[in-house]
């Protein structure tokens, strides 16, 4: 219980953060050219540091044991619920520019920024190890998949090109070859790389401030009585991870692993659906309010996943 309540307590200190970043952007403090910046900054140097310092230890077999087990179970989260999403999607009748977004709300949780700083706070650098292997096939479905569904001409004839474009991706497997491979760099030269990894908590939690604060108080009442966003948000916080993670109760799993790949899962909904809405003609509205909803909720929703697994092991 020690736990549920200190991952309480991380979250809320993390949305401390958000509010920050959401006040930064509507007070004007800084740019819609800043926040691109902003996020540039932290998706293509912060992150992959964060990943390629977590990953650069001892080679253990306990830990490459481990990552395997985070990619089995990667795969059977992301293509469970992939074939899910789409079979949901199908059976709602929803508008055109809707139903892309809508799949990829329920599908695709904010793994990369929120869960990644989760998994930090709870579990430290070897959590985050973990929590990267379990990422990899995440990143290459959001960088595929993702944009298929909502313009299938948007991606290019380079597919694999377009994927080895994901930092997060790159890194981790950069990352993992360090692992795996008796190559230890110097201190003076991974402990800069620690420093800057270590500025991923604050600058995740003030993006994603800045990125829903777009949703403004009348848009928020406006879909408040669409009972689509009802829908998606209870999908993505509750019934995926609740539903999904209940049968591998059957095979007696480490709980660390266990709870690592079910907290990533229960993460809200990404802004970069907003984006990708943005940029292939998706509802962009419904996206934004969809990820400004689960992400608050996700205050309450991830400490009540934890618990209820936390009662069943």
Known sequence: MDTLFTLAYEIGSL??????GWIIRRKGLI???????????????ALPCLIISSMHMPFQYEQAYGALIMFVLSIYIMGGTLFVSRFITKKLTLPVNRSAVFENVILFGNQGFIGMVIILQLFGQ?????????????YVLMWTYAIYIMNPEGLPVSKTMFILKNPGFLATIAGFVLFIFPVQFPAFIMSPIATIGQMTV?????????????VTYAKVLAYMKDIFVYIAVMIRLFIYPIVFFLPL????????LFMIACLLSATPSPATISMYAQVYGGD??????VVFFSTLLSVVSIPIVYLVFLLLI
């Open 126 to 138: 070897e959590g985050v190890l973990f929590a990267s292997v379990f990422n990899l096939i995440y």
């Open 31 to 45: 740019s819609e050219q800043g926040q691109r910046s902003f996020t540039t900054l932290l998706l293509y140097i």
């Open 15 to 20: 949305y401390i953060i958000v509010a920050i």
């Open 284 to 289: 962009i509205e419904f996206s934004a309010v």
């Open 202 to 214: 604050p600058l995740s939690m003030i993006m994603i401030g800045m990125m829903i604060s777009t």
């Open 249 to 256: 109760l059957l095979f007696n799993l480490p709980f660390e």
